[in-house]
């Protein structure tokens, strides 16, 4: 079965700080691969998905995120993060040919982001 | 367009007792999920459903079960209620449910078994 690794729990930072979660998968095949961003108070929402081509993908709000294929890893990033990027961050896995219903997600990574 | 709507946003239960909860996808969206949410174990998909069919089972025990209708709505049930059960469902739609699709979810239902 596939797991999903998200390396920091919590992750606190300045604002204007540059931004990387980690994420990595263990499922040896083709895979699609998302991060989920839950700001407080709403719903889960897409950041940004690799299904294929460019290993690097870009999101809405500034995010992207690289894939290696070699590292299984799916890091996210930001340059310069702001007071409004405060939310837990969730990567996602699922088999390519699979369905979306069937996601394995990380653990989560709650970033504060301090003005 | 109306989001992912579940019902009801918070429920209160005792030991013993079943739970309906309730899932409306984005229009003309044919695939439904059920994720289960809590701080430990983070979220964990439950169920999938397409067309009516169960597509996908998550490694829960049989008392999770659920069903979808013909206009793409879904339920889940638990019964048998457990202190464990105790967390947020979330409930997440996409358009046809292939690998690459994006799901929206929903805002969940609160589930807190006493």
């Known amino acids: 079965a596939q797991s999903v690794s998200q390396h920091n729990h919590h992750v606190i930072l300045s604002e204007a700080a540059s931004l990387e979660l980690g994420c990595n998968y263990s499922y040896g095949g083709t895979v699609n691969l998302f991060w989920y961003v839950q700001y407080p108070g709403q719903h889960l929402q897409l950041l940004l998905k690799?299904?294929?081509?460019?290993?690097l993908v870009k999101g809405i709000k500034g995010f992207e995120a690289e894939f290696i294929k070699s590292k299984f890893s799916f890091n996210l990033r930001k340059p310069s993060v702001q007071w409004s990027d405060t939310a837990e961050y969730f990567c996602a896995v699922n088999e390519w040919g699979t369905n979306a219903g069937k996601s394995t997600f990380g653990d989560g990574t709650t970033l504060t982001v301090k003005p | 367009k109306a989001g992912v709507t579940q019902t009801p946003r918070y429920l209160i239960k005792t030991r013993g007792q079943q739970v309906t909860l309730s899932c409306s996808p984005i229009?003309?969206?044919?695939?439904v999920s059920w994720y289960q949410q809590t701080p430990g174990q983070g979220l964990q998909f439950l169920f999938e459903?397409?067309?009516?069919?169960?597509?996908n089972k998550g490694n829960f025990p049989g008392r999770f079960s659920g069903r979808q209708f013909s206009n793409s709505r879904s339920e889940m049930n638990v019964s048998t209620l457990e202190l464990g059960d105790s967390a947020l469902y979330l409930c997440?739609?996409?358009?046809?449910?292939?690998?690459?699709?994006?799901?929206?979810f929903g805002p969940g239902t609160r589930l807190t078994v006493l």
């Open positions: 459903y397409f067309s009516e069919t169960q597509r």
């Open positions: 997440a739609s996409s358009f046809l449910g292939q690998s690459g699709d994006e799901q929206f």
């Open positions: 690799y299904f294929s081509g460019d290993p």
């Open positions: 229009s003309g969206h044919r695939s």
